[in-house]
């Protein structure tokens, strides 16, 4: 089941985190919330040409950096591949299919929080879960595959 997304508009989550509402961030971000997937910087910078072709790619990356120092989207690594972009601000986590590159949302129970235990006097501020294997329609085609 997918993780709700928070559907802000531009102006609410821009008035929301304090940063300067530019075209360029207004562009950026309704480019990432028109698709529900985890793109990386160079994959927003070819959504955001389409509608905005004097655009360049120094300046996606500077949007998508305001945007994340600003808590509007979140910037999601997985060991050594290009940073990927998610605008699900709802807690989650993220599943890497290592066959398809795929990433998928995966939504929390609230009691996983509750269950790890930090040092004493520890103030967590940003914790992340990433799980990696293999996604089910990956699954699938190598099941097919081998028959």
């Given at each position: 089941?997918?993780?709700?997304?928070?559907?802000?508009t531009s102006h609410?989550?821009m008035?929301?985190?304090?940063i300067?509402l530019?075209?360029?961030?207004?562009?950026?971000?309704?480019?990432l919330?028109a698709?529900?997937d985890h793109?990386t910087?160079?994959?927003?910078?070819?959504?955001?040409k389409k509608?905005?072709p004097?655009?360049?790619?120094?300046?996606v990356?500077n949007?998508?950096?305001?945007?994340?120092?600003?808590?509007?989207?979140?910037?999601?690594n997985?060991?050594?591949a290009?940073?990927?972009?998610?605008?699900?601000?709802?807690?989650?986590?993220h599943?890497f299919?290592k066959?398809?590159?795929?990433?998928f949302?995966?939504?929390l129970?609230?009691?996983l929080e509750?269950?790890?235990?930090v040092?004493?006097?520890?103030l967590v501020?940003?914790a992340?879960l990433?799980l990696?294997g293999t996604?089910?329609?990956?699954?699938?085609?190598?099941?097919?595959?081998?028959?």
């Amino acid at each position: 089941m997918p993780t709700p997304i928070s559907h802000e508009t531009s102006h609410e989550a821009m008035t929301r985190s304090g940063i300067r509402l530019t075209p360029q961030r207004r562009h950026v971000y309704e480019s990432l919330m028109a698709t529900p997937d985890h793109p990386t910087a160079l994959e927003v910078f070819m959504r955001a040409k389409k509608g905005m072709p004097s655009i360049s790619l120094a300046t996606v990356y500077n949007c998508l950096d305001a945007l994340t120092e600003g808590g509007v989207i979140r910037q999601v690594n997985c060991e050594r591949a290009s940073s990927r972009y998610c605008p699900n601000l709802v807690p989650h986590g993220h599943f890497f299919c290592k066959e398809c590159g795929a990433v998928f949302d995966i939504p929390l129970k609230p009691s996983l929080e509750a269950s790890w235990e930090v040092p004493s006097g520890t103030l967590v501020s940003h914790a992340e879960l990433n799980l990696r294997g293999t996604c089910g329609s990956c699954t699938q085609r190598f099941k097919t595959s081998k028959l």
